[in-house]
Nanobody, 116 residues
């Protein structure tokens, strides 16, 4: 059974940090590119960051460049998103996605709320 389980979300003050994790199971994690997306209320889901299967390349949305870092540990079947200098506009439900050869798997999401 394929599963992607996100964790690490929560409530944080502006300027704070969070580290999201996404643990994968049920498929060959190491050959899949992994991505983090987010969706704020009444907005479309947007790509935050992605990382190639062996972490050779990463890509970030302009809005998070220099603040967020995506990484992965293929031995632990886990992808991370380190988020620093969080701002209220980063408030959203954050999802991880696995993709390879046209096959996509999504997690259920973890909520990040940035507020005083």
């Amino acid at each position: 059974q394929v599963q992607l389980v996100e964790s690490g979300g929560g409530l944080v003050q502006p300027g704070g940090s969070l580290r999201l994790s996404c643990v994968a199971s049920g498929f060959r994690f190491s050959v899949y590119a992994m991505s983090w997306y987010r969706q704020a209320p009444e907005k479309e889901r947007e790509l935050v960051a992605d990382i190639s299967s062996h972490a050779a390349s990463t890509k970030y949305a302009d809005s998070v460049k220099g603040r967020f870092t995506i990484s992965r540990d293929n031995a632990k079947n886990t992808v991370y998103l380190q988020m620093n200098s969080l701002q209220p506009e980063d408030t959203a439900l954050y999802f991880c996605k696995a993709e390879a050869w046209g096959t996509r798997y999504w997690g259920q999401g973890t909520q990040v709320t940035v507020s005083l």
